[in-house]
């Protein structure tokens, strides 16, 4: 006869009947099951890439050292079905040039863009299937496509696939050489014709085809460790510089041939972001490395409870003191609002209505900055005061009204429903007349505002050197003379740099608008001032805003010009134009001009959708060097304020006149600052990366751009962020 | 504790050609990169302006928070309140369910948290983990020994028994050793406890204010 169990028996029910309790005990066996980095790029095996995905917002960075390759990428997941990677790849066996006064003794470098796209997500029985390449648009010594399919079977992540190019190690007939003969041939690097840079798709999946599998195995109770077994798809006869000279004539020695085709690795996480990898490959060769990843797509959670609404000590006696006199509200809302960095710039109070002007430097979700107002203005408020009208304010210029009911906010905020609340407020943005409004609060001007800060200049991977960079400190300021006109002020004292190895001269045949980088760097490295632009801003129309300004807007270039948008509020487009008369800034970046001067101009189209945040900008017109196309660019903003983004340009020059790189692209992200902090902060800290920065399609880099100032005067970005009200 | 995220994310922005961090923000976020929170410090004024029972509760190397007695339930299961509204639910000193904490715990059947009969003590116990979510049976033995002298925060007493309690989830190769000192009234006044296998062990010291 069985024994009963007590405590089984209460185990099983406990199972059974609570819907509340997801038992799950593998997440503590295994506790970190986030996918992992190979060896290239993305997420993979070893060698071989897995079909795997980060969440969408998640940026990474991966290092390997892996025989004669040390390799480290920045990774993007702008969706959660695709991601991206830009790599530089120091390559041990090639040197950068064969002209030491160039490049000195440099190994060789090379740059290359990966990309990876979920085709099947994972299901009961079907796998996770995704497809890719590797080094598109650059030399091609790492080029391939490939199809890879995953399945996570109790601990074990199983993975197989079929590739090209250098992942064509086990080859097979090319399944799609049945449908055309073009894939049968696979013209190879350097030899498309291209500068390098451009994307050869006439190879894509083409030519010699291999099959390759891995299994990436989850050890029980240590930490999420992993180990990893692979049947190695690489072709290392035509993965780099596989026999020295006789591959490239900048390679002095071949690489070591494969033993085994099999590779084994071990994977340790110190914590579910940061991964440290070490790993056998081809039976001969250890590599190691790591790898970190951030998702950084939602609010930092950690403000949440550190930076909440601070209510207001004695509210009631305020209510009470104000009642009946508009003057002592005014009074105390001034002061309530200032003391939460919420800064009022105007008010009314009229019919039991009472407006408000408020201008603000510290929230990126416009919900949240207004939720925070209201709440003040409530806590202070007398009762009889029964609807609060938001304006927020940049510029001088209204750009938003949120109109909310008080009974309905108060009756909604303790259980923060704000989808309730959504349904008792209108969003609207009117222009208003300033005279209007019967408190204003005392402001002289000209005001003047600064603020000091490190600031790092940087020039990544030129023949001189990998890196070279400054370090300055910063000086920002910015003079309002009336509320919308302001003097914009950067300039910059330096303190160490590394430029004095820099030397590489342009080399191009269009106009230096850019590649004199390192006589601007160099001399410019004592101090120098980045911009002082002076700005007028007006709104003619309800919808239409313009800017005039002058003075020197960038480190290359100062002149005049203007800027105009017509931006509706309720509508996802916008549509924008721009002039400017410029002349090209002296090297040392102080207040002389050089010879070269231009008119440049563009038509600025913007489309934003949003569902997913995706904001499509066509720029076209003359560029500095007086080409003439286009540039498109694609960008995705997170909750967070996380923009993650790339663009290309075509202009009507030749790839030969545009030199290296063929045409110009890159990518970039603007992370909030505030994801580091324990308080809210507006900063954003921008990272872009062109492959090779020419002289064609750039244009002029100005401060404050009307689709940036007016992003609060469009009623798609004031709602994504509605569920913050109550934060 | 030092802030991964931060150490590898933050050298990235700087090599950006556009990055931006004021000195008023670099400071702060560079102090809370590399320190631990400063501990939490009760005075005996302090103490004796107080009108209820508090707890002084404190992750190792971690945030710490003062807990205020907010209900004393009839089955001797007392509830403490933070300032930004964690729980923490105790009986005889040891924590049995948490609310807010970034991995919360229920233990289901408390009923036999009760130190004056070590010998009656259950072996087995089932305790619900969060975030992520799992009910896993846990191993509890516990061993009586004599008690020293206890420093809190403002007082030396004499603590009459010192419990050392191990909690293990065999599925998991998990354990952990939690001691409590208990004063001569039988009271527990300090314990060190690891609640969550994703968690580091809390320290509570108690202090009872009696009306």
């Known amino acids: 006869m069985k024994r009963y169990h007590p405590l089984r028996t209460a185990l099983v029910l406990l199972l059974v009947f609570s819907n509340d309790i997801k038992s799950d005990i593998n997440d503590y066996i295994y506790p970190s099951k986030s996918p992992s980095f190979g060896n290239f790029g993305g997420l993979g095996v070893i060698q071989n890439p897995s079909a795997r995905f980060h969440d969408e917002g998640t940026l990474a960075f991966n290092w390997i050292q892996n025989g004669v390759y040390r390799r480290g990428s920045i990774v993007m997941y702008p969706f959660n ?279 603000q430097d510290k929230y990126i979700s416009y919900a949240r900055a207004t939720g925070r107002v209201a709440r003040v203005l409530d806590e202070v408020v007398p009762d009889e005061i029964d609807t609060f009208k938001i304006a927020n304010t940049n510029a001088g210029t209204n750009l938003n009204t949120i109109t909310i009911d008080r009974q309905s906010f108060q009756l909604y905020e303790s259980s923060k429903d704000h989808n309730s609340l959504r349904r008792n407020i209108t969003i609207s943005n009117p222009k208003y007349n300033p005279k209007n409004y019967k ?47 302001s003097l914009v002020t950067s300039g910059a004292i330096g303190i160490v ?117 995706l904001l499509f900008r066509l720029k076209g017109g003359r560029f500095l060097a007086g080409d003439s196309g286009i540039n498109f660019d694609l960008s995705r903003r997170f909750k967070s304020g996380l923009r993650i983004g790339a663009f290309f340009s075509k202009t009507d020059i030749s790839k030969e006149e545009f030199g290296e790189g063929s045409f110009d692209k890159g990518f970039y992200f603007y992370l909030p600052i505030e994801f580091f902090f324990d308080s809210h902060t507006k900063g954003i800290a921008g990272f872009g990366l062109r492959p090779l920065t020419r002289d064609g399609a750039q244009f002029l880099v100005h401060s404050h751009h009307l689709y940036g100032i007016t992003d609060q005067a469009n009623s798609y970005n004031i709602e994504r962020n509605w569920d913050d009200i109550y934060d | 504790m030092i802030n991964l995220k931060l150490v590898f994310i933050a050298p990235l922005i700087f090599l950006g050609s556009c990055s931006f961090v004021s000195f008023s923000d670099a400071i702060p976020l560079f102090k809370a990169a590399v320190l631990s929170p400063p501990k939490i410090e009760i005075s005996e004024e302090e103490f004796n302006s107080r009108t209820y029972s508090f707890i002084v509760a404190q992750f190792e190397d971690g945030p710490g928070a003062i807990m205020t007695l907010s209900n004393v339930a009839d089955n001797g299961v007392l509830e403490w309140v933070s300032a930004d509204s964690q729980l923490i639910y105790t009986r005889n000193g040891k924590v049995i369910s948490t609310y807010g904490l970034q991995h919360d715990i229920q233990y289901l059947g408390w009923a036999g948290f009760n130190w004056e009969d070590p010998s009656n003590y259950p072996t087995k116990r089932l305790i619900n983990l969060r975030n992520p979510d799992a009910l896993a049976e846990l191993n509890v033995s516990l061993q009586v020994m004599p008690g020293s002298d206890l420093v809190l925060q403002f007082e030396t007493i004499a603590a009459s028994k010192l419990l050392k309690e191990t909690i293990k989830i065999e599925l998991l190769k998990w354990q952990a050793e939690n001691t409590y000192w208990l004063n001569d009234q039988g009271l527990t006044r300090k314990t060190i406890q690891t609640l969550h296998p994703k968690l580091p062990p809390l320290t509570i010291e108690f202090f009872y204010v009696f009306n």
């Open chain 1, 439 to 485: 408190f204003v609060p005392d402001v002289e001007f000209p005001a003047f505002f600064w603020k000091a800060a490190p600031s790092v200049r940087s020039q990544i991977g030129g023949p001189d050197g990998f890196y070279f960079g400054d370090l300055s400190l910063a000086i920002h300021a910015e003079i309002l003379f009336k509320y919308n006109l």
């Open chain 1, 81 to 359: 079905w695709f991601e991206f990677s830009y790599q530089y790849t120091d390559i041990d066996n090639a040197q950068y040039s064969l002209i030491k006064e160039f490049s000195g003794g440099q190994s060789y470098k090379d740059k290359s863009f990966d990309a990876k796209a979920k085709i099947i997500s994972e299901g009961r029985l079907m796998p996770e299937i995704a497809v890719g390449a590797r080094d598109l648009a650059g030399t091609g010594i790492f080029g391939a496509e490939y199809v890879v399919a995953n399945k996570r079977i109790s601990n074990v992540d199983l993975s197989v696939g079929m590739g090209w190019g250098t992942l064509s190690g086990n080859k097979i007939k090319n399944p799609l050489a049945s449908l055309s003969d073009s894939f049968d041939r696979r013209t190879g690097v350097g030899s498309s014709g291209t500068m390098g840079g451009d994307f050869n798709i006439g190879d894509f999946f083409s030519g010699e085809t291999g099959l390759f599998a891995g299994a990436e195995i989850f050890i029980p109770n240590l930490n999420g460790s992993r180990v990893k077994i692979e049947y190695d798809g690489t072709n290392y006869e035509k993965e780099g510089f596989p026999l020295g000279r006789e591959s490239f004539n900048l390679a002095f020695k071949p690489i070591r041939k494969p033993d085994s085709k099999f590779n084994i690795g071990f994977i340790y996480p110190l914590s579910d972001n940061f991964h440290l990898k070490a790993s056998i490959t081809k039976g001969n060769t250890f590599s190691f490395g790591f790898s970190f990843h951030a998702g950084v797509k939602g609010s930092n959670p950690k403000i949440k409870n550190t930076d909440k609404h601070e209510p207001v000590s004695n509210a009631e006696a305020f209510k009470k003191i104000s009642k009946g006199n508009d003057t002592y509200i005014y009074r105390s809302i001034l002061k309530h609002l200032n003391d939460r960095n919420l800064y009022l710039q105007k008010a009314n109070i009229d019919n039991n209505v009472l407006e408000v002007q408020y201008a």
């Open chain 1, 497 to 613: 740099d590394n430029f004095d190895e820099l030397k590489l001269a342009s080399d191009s045949i269009l106009p230096h608008v850019r590649t004199d980088i390192v006589k601007y760097l160099k001399q410019s490295r004592k101090g120098h001032f980045k911009r002082i632009q002076l700005n007028w801003f007006h709104r003619p129309t309800k919808n239409i805003y313009t800017k005039l300004s002058a003075g020197i807007f960038e480190p290359m270039f100062g002149g005049y010009g203007f800027e105009s948008l017509y931006r509706p509020f309720n509508s996802t487009f916008a549509i924008g134009l721009e002039y400017w008369n410029v002349k090209q800034r002296d090297y040392d970046q102080m207040f002389k001009f050089i010879d070269y001067e231009t008119e440049t101009g563009h038509i600025n189209i913007f489309y934003e959708e949003p569902y997913s945040q």
